[in-house]
C-alpha cells in the first residue's frame, strides 16, 4: 500500500491531476528518487476504487484532526496568531 500511496503523493507534489498523469513518473530514475516502485496507473485506479464511504470518513477525521494540531503548533497563517 505505501508504494501506491507514494505514487499518488509525487503525482500530485509533480502537478498531476489524474492518475493517468502518474505513468510520467514511471520513466527514468524515479523510482531510485523516491524510494519506492512508481505503481501504474490501473493499479492505482484498483487502489482507489477499493476506498468505501466509511474509509473516506476516516481519512476525514484524520485530516481535520492533522490540521488542528499543526494550527495550534504554530502552522497557522500569521493572521491567526
Request: aromatic share 6%; with cysteine.
Amino acid at each position: 500500500m505505501g508504494d501506491k500511496i507514494m505514487t499518488l503523493v509525487a503525482s500530485v507534489l509533480a502537478g498531476g491531476d489524474c492518475i493517468d498523469d502518474a505513468d510520467g513518473l514511471r520513466s527514468g530514475r524515479t523510482a531510485a528518487v523516491l524510494g519506492c516502485t512508481v505503481k501504474a496507473p490501473s493499479t492505482l485506479g484498483t487502489f482507489l476504487r477499493s476506498f468505501w464511504w466509511g474509509h473516506v470518513r476516516q481519512l476525514d477525521r484524520v485530516s481535520r484532526e492533522l490540521l488542528a494540531r499543526a494550527w495550534a503548533a504554530g502552522a497557522g497563517l500569521a493572521t491567526d496568531r
